[in-house]
């Protein structure tokens, strides 16, 4: 008896742990993803605006089919947003990022970023937008590589991570 | 004479202007709008002042509070979709159409460049001016305007102050034209050149008003070129334009009439005697062009016809009717 409870423990243990190291491996995984996303996501922004003075609602639409979620989500909230039309374009695409952030993998200083420009689209001329969407994709290139250099580093280690923590603190706990 | 009004489209297109203002502001604006001021045609808004709601009748500030530049913010965002970038063209002529229509003519700091205002920022006064159409507002006119015996519209020039309701008619005109009415008009096409998108009221290129079914419009287009590019290409059979004044409109007019299209234009003026004095329509006016002017005023509510002249400058009819 004693012997089938230890050994569901240490299962349950070395499970948990494993698991707990792969949902660290993805989030590693996942966030130069997103920012690949987010970087496609501008440049389709940029040229909608600068080609066809696309107002940004309609963008939204075409961002939010266009583009995997949750990244694509965010669009489509902030469209669901206005169309109540309680708040102005810009104030709707930050509360959607801000909310949508949450089920992706970015990190504050991403966030920071699309807050940025969330504040500064549609108030300026189609140049000074188009200028200010190529500072945060530059940013966003640079974040991307920074990302894509911790994945390598740190994507492989968690997976084994997990599973080498549960082993280890199922042989101490025998 | 009689009053042929058959209302006017009002309570769809007033949920378009509310919902242009912040969500604090809309119970007030709904109730001055429908109850306070009904008909009212303008609303001018100011920062720090109240917001001032004008109709025919009357002028009302709404003592709620005074306007703030972010409200005014607001009403600019909903008003371009939060894309001032796709209203660069509008920016620079200071003003822009909004779904149903309505206008809204805006003032701030003209930043410039080498060939003019470049565009206006910081915004500081919008004046929306509600686009009210009224569907028969040309029915009593429109037997002075037909020439039964060839059975075309006359040449017609309409003149009157600011308000008293030429683009009203100007638009009705167009409309029974376009449709055909009972005086035995049969449907004509109809070109409308809508330079400052007020006759159609043209929302991302659609009419938001009734202009009639066989209308094509040429929107934003500047007259004397809009005129030139219907005849060659839309072979209108009536032209309608508002607000002459320039040389160059003058001489697409005098195209339009040799190539047999009747036209059909209106132009600030008191009377006949003021447009004389004016240097382009005094040409327009002396060379016989038009057969017949519409003077208007507001003596019994906007578009009250006090004159209708012939080529000769004689009284046709003498009106008071609307």
């Known amino acids: 008896m004693n012997l089938v409870m230890k050994s569901a423990c240490a299962l349950i243990i070395v499970y948990s742990a494993t698991r707990i190291g792969l949902l660290i491996a993805d989030n590693y995984r996942q966030r130069p993803k997103q920012l690949r996303q987010l970087q496609f996501a501008l440049q389709l922004m940029e040229n909608e605006i600068s080609f066809a003075a696309t107002p940004l609602p309609e963008i939204w639409v075409k961002l939010s089919r266009r583009i995997k979620q949750p990244i694509g989500g965010i669009f489509a909230h902030a469209n669901q947003l206005l169309s109540q039309g309680l708040t102005t374009t810009s104030d709707a695409l930050s509360t959607a990022i801000q909310e949508g952030i949450k089920s992706t993998c970015l990190r504050s200083s991403d966030v920071e970023m699309l807050l940025t420009l969330a504040g500064s689209l549609g108030k300026g001329s189609r140049t000074e937008q188009v200028q200010c969407i190529r500072l945060v994709l530059a940013e966003l290139t640079v974040a991307e590589q920074e990302a894509e ?13 997990g599973f080498l923590t549960g082993i280890s603190l199922v042989i101490v706990l025998l | 004479m009689p009053n042929q009004k058959n209302g006017t489209s009002a309570p769809t297109s007033l949920n378009t202007i509310v919902s ?6 809309r119970p007030a604006v709904y109730r001055v709008l429908n109850e306070t001021v009904p008909g009212c045609q303008e609303i001018r808004l100011r920062v720090n002042q109240y917001p001032l709601f004008i109709s025919a ?3 009302f500030y709404c003592s709620r509070q005074r306007i703030s530049q972010e409200d005014l913010m607001f009403v600019m965002d909903a008003a371009c979709q939060g894309s001032l970038y796709a209203f660069e063209e509008e920016l620079r002529m200071g003003y822009l159409t909004v779904a149903g229509g309505h206008r809204i003519g805006f003032s701030g700091k003209a930043v410039l460049n080498q060939s003019g205002v470049e565009r206006i920022k910081n915004f500081n006064a919008l004046n929306i001016r509600i686009a009210c159409q009224v569907l028969g507002a040309a029915a009593g006119a429109m037997q002075y305007i037909f020439d039964r015996q060839q059975q075309r519209p006359f040449h017609t020039l309409i003149a009157s102050p600011p308000r008293a309701g030429k683009t009203t008619l100007l638009r009705d005109i167009a409309r029974s034209f376009s449709s055909g009415c009972q005086l035995g008009v049969r449907p004509f096409q109809v070109t409308i050149v809508d330079e400052r998108s007020e006759l159609a009221g043209c929302y991302q290129g659609i009419p938001q008003l009734d202009v009639g079914p066989n209308t094509d419009v040429l929107d934003g287009c500047p007259k004397a070129v809009g005129i030139m590019m219907a005849i060659r290409s839309l072979a209108p059979e009536v032209v309608i ?4 004044g320039n040389p160059q409109d003058v001489i697409a007019l005098q195209e339009a009439l040799n190539a047999g299209v009747a036209v059909i234009a209106s132009a600030h003026g008191r009377d006949i005697d003021d447009m004389l004095q004016r240097p382009v329509l005094k040409d327009l006016v002396q060379a016989g062009i038009f057969e017949r002017y519409l003077i208007l005023s507001t003596r019994r509510g906007p578009g009250t016809i006090e004159f209708i002249y012939d080529a000769n400058h004689r009284v046709v009819k003498r009106g008071d009717f609307q």
């Open chain 1, 149 to 161: 250099k911790e994945r390598q580093e740190n994507e492989k280690l968690w997976r084994y991570l």
């Open chain 2, 20 to 25: 242009l203002f912040p969500p604090a502001w």
């Open chain 2, 57 to 59: 009748k009357k002028t």
């Open chain 2, 241 to 244: 334009t508002d607000e002459i």
